[in-house]
């Protein structure tokens, strides 16, 4: 079985669009811009051995407000930059019904099959309340970066809350 560190995307590997407290994805290309030590800290988590597996949720594809060949270029940019082995998005809104929509840990339990992840060694990074639920509910170590959104806090708690993931990777390495 392989260890596999799952990231968040918007406000982890990416900077989110804050408004009003609350974090949004990036609209366009443009707008996709990696944070400070993301490139490094995933480059060194894979070189350690890690399979590095992006779960997000992009709701703003069912609703209308995305387009779907805008995410798809994110993704391929983010591939272009970073050592990603996989990438798996839910493209729904919560009221869809779906298992993959994060706190639901859909996404990740469907990586763990098809890439013969041992969940209970790997990691969930994230900076929402969804990701820490969605890593609990898989039985991943769960990180929160915490950014202080005006938004709910995570309902259990994360098992480390961090500002950054280069941060995390840190910690990750050193256990």
């Known amino acids: 079985m392989r260890r596999a560190v799952f990231l968040d995307r918007d406000g982890v590997i990416n900077r989110s ?8 994805p990036p609209m366009t ?16 988590l894979s070189a350690a051995g890690f399979l590095i597996v992006v779960a997000t949720n992009q709701p703003d594809i069912a609703t209308g407000k ?29 009221g869809q019904g779906c298992d993959c929509r994060k706190p639901l840990p859909g996404m990740l339990t469907a990586a763990a099959r098809d890439h ?4 209970s060694a790997s990691y969930m990074v994230g900076d929402r ?3 820490v639920e969605a890593g609990k ?6 990180f929160f970066i915490d ?3 005006q938004e709910q806090a995570p309902a259990r708690p994360p098992d480390r809350v961090v500002a950054s993931l280069a941060e995390a990777a840190a910690i990750i390495l050193g256990r």
């Open 66 to 94: 995305q387009r779907p060949e805008v995410v798809e270029e994110m993704h391929a940019a983010l591939r272009r930059r970073l050592p990603v082995d996989d990438i798996r998005m839910c493209p729904h809104t919560g």
């Open 137 to 142: 509910a898989a039985g991943c170590f769960t």
């Open 129 to 131: 309340w969804r990701d």
């Open 147 to 149: 950014y202080g959104y």
């Open 17 to 24: 669009i804050v408004r009003d407290g609350k974090p949004y």
């Open 116 to 119: 013969g992840i041992d969940l």
């Open 29 to 44: 290309l443009e707008e996709f811009e990696l944070l400070p030590g993301v490139p490094e800290a995933v480059r060194t």
